[in-house]
């Protein structure tokens, strides 16, 4: 079936430094998307959310981006602190009853 | 405001075993879902409900029985555990639809972390 899935599985980043995170989905239907951090032992966490009207969103210190022509999303950090280290997940409402699909992950490495 | 509370954390269960995960929410929220995360893969979809006594079934949803009895409470239990079940799981809440805003975040727990034996 039709999933969300991230571009790069891991992505080493200089403290200071902005990040930016990509995600590719393949419904074209999809008309909402979040992302979420994920700590280690620790459950996701809500980032930040673009609904389908926007191509863009900001948010403290991110930024999400929407390109519906090429089915991108994007998630920025500006100066990443060694505490934005994670997994990102983005994910895509699923139409009826706002099921999420998730991709599998990108792993943030701050290196101070 | 505790958010969305799992227990228990941590669970080692031998194979053919049953228990129950719990789930609860105090935002008042009328969805719940139950996932499963897998090492490499994302969150994938058990079962979830739309409201008080209702509940339906996710991506995964073979070996695993749900009930909301309680609008606040998701059971999430495992009749007969097999070593494929072993995973962390997590619940999440979010609002319905409300006038406007066809579209609410979900809000996660931090995992049961159940290994079957």
């Known amino acids: 079936g039709e999933s969300v899935g991230l571009h790069l599985p891991t992505l080493s980043v200089q403290e200071g430094d902005n990040s930016i995170i990509n995600c590719a989905y393949s419904?074209?239907?999809?008309?909402?998307f979040i992302w979420y951090k994920q700590e280690s032992g620790k459950g996701p966490q809500f980032i930040i959310d673009?609904?389908?009207?926007?191509d863009k969103r900001q948010g403290q210190r991110v930024t999400v981006l929407l390109n519906k022509t090429v089915k991108h999303l994007s998630l920025q950090i500006a100066a990443t602190q060694p505490g934005d280290s994670a997994v990102y997940f983005c994910a895509e409402n699923m139409g009826n009853d706002y099921k999420l699909s998730f991709g599998a992950g990108t792993t943030v490495t701050v290196r101070a | 405001n505790a958010g969305v509370t799992q227990t228990p954390k941590f669970r080692v269960l031998k194979t053919g075993q049953s228990m129950t995960l719990l789930c609860a929410q105090d935002?008042?929220?009328?969805?719940m879902y139950w996932y499963r995360q897998d090492p490499g893969m994302g969150l994938r979809l058990i079962h979830y409900s739309v409201g008080e006594g209702t509940t339906a079934k996710g991506e995964v949803p073979d070996g695993y029985n749900v009930s909301r009895l309680k609008k606040q409470n998701f059971l999430l239990g495992l009749e007969s555990a097999a070593p494929s079940q072993t995973s962390v799981y997590f619940c999440a809440s979010s609002y319905s639809p409300r006038a406007g805003i066809r579209n609410q975040p979900q809000h996660f727990g931090d995992g049961t972390r159940l290994s079957i034996l």
């Open positions: 673009i609904r389908s009207n926007m």
């Open positions: 419904n074209s239907a999809s008309d909402y």
């Open positions: 935002m008042n929220h009328e969805y």
